[in-house]
């Protein structure tokens, strides 16, 4: 006998079904047709389409629309009017922001899985209607999405942000969980939640400021004034375009990135949505598709300074702290603006951004030839500068990147680590007092009970993201861990400093580089140290004098990335020998044969 409710009633009947007793004799599933891989699969989240809708990226690269099964996205009633004042002129109804909790199902869904792996299970594909197959409505992927131990749809059910999808009792076609999804949606109604509650909503209102010269001339004075600003990326128009929502002022504005100027993706023409497409520019897909993986619908800073004549915004963009026009002019994908670079700090860093990807070759830079001028300047240094200096290697990051400390800088480190600990020993920090910002320099206590001086990358939720300035380690800890740093104790340098391994890339991201990099230096033994160009070193061994770029290169971890400066000719032909003596060992990446045939930087393995 079975009591208790209609889940284990059900689970009764599909035991039943499943051994074909008395009346489920002549019983037969529906058959649902995927090909392998397609019932479970783990994938990262690159965008959320709607309430009910996400588009993942599979393991192979492929973008893949799914939806959310069991639930329904909110929308208007039937009769029931958009929020906010009547639409008039060119004024379009934005789902979005118009339909009442539309925006927050939008803002849940996109905080909790965007760029987050989750795991997918597909339920049933739902055919496309009648008339439907021919337009741009193929068949859809119902699937349950689970991320950690949350399943997705009852996270929407039992917030009321989303409702209950109702099947016919004899549709099996339904999500596995569905009893669980229908009791979420019973509690936030009897909790009046969301869609549930008793208040007439209303939507989010925004105004639309993009491509308005009138409202962008109003607001710019006020965001000129208001210096960085946290906003919401909304649509990544092309490399340097993008649409975003600044919360705080409750707009929605276009803005074309500072210091940058990036070729032109495919798009609409002057005939507009009847017309015809114009082809995209040589290296816009690839600008356009770096700026969707880097920012599309992520929580960024933004630092407008100006407005064009028709209404958008210029300015400079952060994410997670990285600078956005320095990454695209970094991985090849944008040339220095400098009409907009000049008026702002960050010239230096993207002339240098520029000169590198030109010497690698990297995106737009292709096919690129230095003039003779260019070249003379470089090779008017003949000889290849040598200044060793011990260091200790304390934190390896990805793309070869290090953290180092200077060896001499010892004594002065452990009197500024001893001044810390008697400051917070002295004056113990009172919990909550310090609300934190980003870009703070600040204390931070580690895992030892310790204070340490840190700096705040990025804030959510009542974490934050930090950098130990003087031990270059990052972390993500609770705001309460974190305290006012006295001034006296700002002004040192950090004591950990970013550099990079000069004359050498990874082949891919996903190679054994950082790992074996990573034995050779940070062993506890102190390493010499040589500034080549810029921010990037060669390493050698203290005791044996082996050189680490050398070494990665013999053991087939790492390729040559050739520079062409007549200093750095001489330690270019003791790399090409040992990756040369690599192929021919087929040690580690060249265990297939040759690879740089297939080492395509347009494909991003370009080492950023």
Not at 284 to 293: P, R, V
Request: glycine fraction near 8%.
């Amino acid at each position: 006998m079975y009591s208790g409710g209609a889940d284990k009633l059900r689970a009764a009947e599909r035991e039943a079904k499943e051994k074909k007793i008395r009346i489920w004799k002549n019983y037969e599933p529906a058959q649902i047709n995927f090909r392998e891989g397609e019932k479970h699969y783990t994938a990262k989240v690159v965008e959320i389409n709607n309430a009910d809708s996400i588009t993942v990226k599979l393991a192979s690269g492929q973008l893949k629309k799914i939806f959310i099964s069991g639930v329904r996205p909110p929308k208007l009633a039937p009769g029931e009017e958009a929020a906010g004042p009547p639409k008039t002129g060119k004024e379009k109804f934005r789902p979005i922001y118009d339909i009442p909790f539309m925006f927050e199902a939008r803002e849940f869904l996109r905080k909790k899985l965007i760029g987050q792996k989750v795991d997918v299970t597909l339920d049933y594909v739902q055919q496309p209607r009648a008339g439907e197959a021919e337009r741009d409505f193929p068949e859809r992927h119902c699937c349950s999405v689970v991320i950690g131990d949350t399943n997705v749809a009852e996270a929407l059910l039992s917030r009321g942000l989303a409702s209950i999808v109702f099947y016919r009792q004899d549709d099996e076609q339904r999500p596995s969980n569905y009893d669980v999804l229908l009791a979420a949606e019973q509690k936030a109604q009897a909790g009046k939640k969301g869609l549930h509650g008793k208040k007439t909503a209303t939507g989010f209102r925004v105004a639309d400021v993009s491509g308005d010269t009138a409202k962008a001339k109003a607001f710019l004075p006020g965001f000129q004034r208001a210096g960085k600003q946290e906003a919401i990326v909304e649509y990544v128009g092309s490399g340097s375009r993008f649409r975003i929502l600044i919360p705080k002022s409750s707009c929605v504005v276009s803005l074309i990135l500072a210091g940058v100027r990036c070729p032109k993706g495919s798009r609409m023409g002057p005939a507009g949505p009847n017309g015809p497409i114009l082809p995209a520019e040589e290296g816009g897909e690839a600008a356009l598709n770096f700026s969707k993986e880097l920012a599309a619908q992520r929580d960024v800073t933004v630092e407008i300074s100006d407005m064009d004549k028709v209404g958008n915004f210029i300015g400079w963009m952060f994410v997670e702290g990285k600078n956005v026009s320095l990454e695209l002019v970094e991985a090849g994908h944008g040339s220095v603006n400098h009409y907009s670079a000049e008026r702002s700090p960050y010239l230096s860093a993207l002339e240098k951004a520029e000169a590198n990807a030109k010497a690698r070759k990297l995106g737009i830079w292709a096919n690129f030839v230095e003039s003779e001028a260019e070249v003379k300047t470089e090779d008017d240094h003949s000889d290849r500068s040598e200044h060793y200096k011990r260091v200790m290697v304390v934190e390896t990051l990805p793309n070869l990147h290090f953290f180092a400390q200077n060896v001499e800088d010892g004594p002065k480190l452990e009197a500024l680590m001893d001044n810390v600990r008697q400051e917070f020993s002295s004056n113990p920090p009172l919990q909550g007092s310090y609300a934190p910002k980003r870009g703070d320099v600040c204390a931070a206590r580690f895992s030892d009970g310790q204070w340490y001086r840190a700096k705040v990358e990025a804030l959510q939720g009542g974490k934050a993201e930090i950098l130990y300035l003087d031990y270059g380690n990052r972390e993500s800890t609770s705001v309460g861990n974190l305290a006012l740093l006295p001034a006296s104790l700002k002004s040192a340098e950090p004591f950990a400093k970013e550099y990079g391994l000069a004359f050498v890339r990874e082949h891919t991201e996903d190679s054994d580089a950082e790992y074996a990099f990573g034995v050779l230096v940070k062993d506890g033994v102190p390493v010499l140290l040589n500034v080549e160009y810029g921010n990037s070193v060669t390493l050698l061994k203290s005791d044996t004098k082996a050189d680490v770029a050398k070494t990665l290169i013999t053991d087939g971890q790492v390729l040559l990335d050739h520079r062409k400066e007549r200093r750095f000719q001489k330690i270019m032909e003791e790399y090409k020998d040992a990756q040369e003596q690599a192929k021919r060992s087929r040690k580690n990446i060249w265990r297939y044969g040759d690879i740089t045939a297939d080492d395509a930087k347009e494909f991003g393995m370009s080492g950023r």
